[in-house]
């Protein structure tokens, strides 16, 4: 069974902290992406990559920055927290070929206080 | 840009209702295009998928058919459950595009 990992489902972290969510696929895909899902505002993206090393910025890349060192890891920064970044985060991951779906993580709700 | 307009929510029906949810796209090109579902707690998952004009995709008892000449992908039921009670987004991807563009979603509400 295909699989996308987010390292936790519920996070609670200060102003000011530095945050890391992380994300495992197990499937070798190239591409991988995170959202945040805020009401009213559906899926936004934040940074995508599609190869190791390599990242594009997304529609709201201010205040994150990612990393992508190995094929099957993705990750998160949020380089000091704030309250504006509450919200559920989504990674997800796709096959360069064909036609293919992306295959989300559970999610993680991160709450900033 | 491409853009995604998915019909406002959120939709409340009774068990064995009719479901409808309208989706419409502006893309250059010919995309492809997705209807993803979203349980309570849970992160998105794919429900179907059409890759050109007039394929239908269906799963689940739900279907939705690529309409090229008014950019339309609406999503139908014919008979709704409770276990339907979710988020529903409709998606856009251009062949050889890095990313996918999502509608807001609609949320689907089924009482018994």
């Known amino acids: 069974d295909v699989k996308v990992t987010q390292s936790s489902r519920y996070l609670v972290k200060r102003t000011g902290e530095k945050v890391f969510l992380e994300c495992v696929q197990d499937?070798?895909?190239?591409?991988m992406f995170w959202y945040r899902q805020d009401p009213g505002l559906g899926l936004r993206l934040i940074y995508f990559?599609?190869?190791?090393?390599?990242?594009e910025k997304g529609d709201i890349p201010e205040g994150y920055s990612v990393s992508r060192e190995k094929k099957e890891r993705f990750s998160l920064i949020l380089e000091s927290a704030s309250t504006n970044q509450t919200s559920m985060y989504l990674c997800?991951?796709?096959?360069?070929?064909?036609?293919?779906?992306?295959?989300f993580g559970q999610g993680t709700r991160l709450t900033v206080v | 840009g491409d853009s995604v307009t998915q019909m406002e929510g959120p939709v409340t029906l009774s068990e064995e209702a009719f479901l409808t949810i309208n989706c419409t796209y502006t893309?250059?090109?010919?995309?492809?295009l997705f209807w993803y579902v979203q349980y309570p707690g849970e992160g998105l998952q794919l429900l179907l998928k059409?890759?050109?004009?007039?394929d239908k995709g269906s799963n689940k008892g739900f279907e939705a058919t690529y309409r090229k000449e008014t950019t339309s992908f609406h999503l139908e039921k014919g008979s709704v459950q409770v276990s339907d009670s979710a988020v529903y987004f409709c998606?856009?991807?251009?062949?050889?595009?890095?990313?996918?563009?999502f509608g807001d979603g609609t949320t689907l509400t089924v009482k018994p």
């Open positions: 499937m070798d895909h190239e591409n």
């Open positions: 059409a890759t050109k004009a007039d």
């Open positions: 990559s599609y190869d190791v090393k390599m990242k």
């Open positions: 997800a991951s796709r096959s360069s070929g064909g036609v293919p779906e992306a295959f």
């Open positions: 998606a856009l991807r251009r062949t050889n595009a890095g990313k996918s563009t």
């Open positions: 893309a250059t090109g010919y995309p492809s």
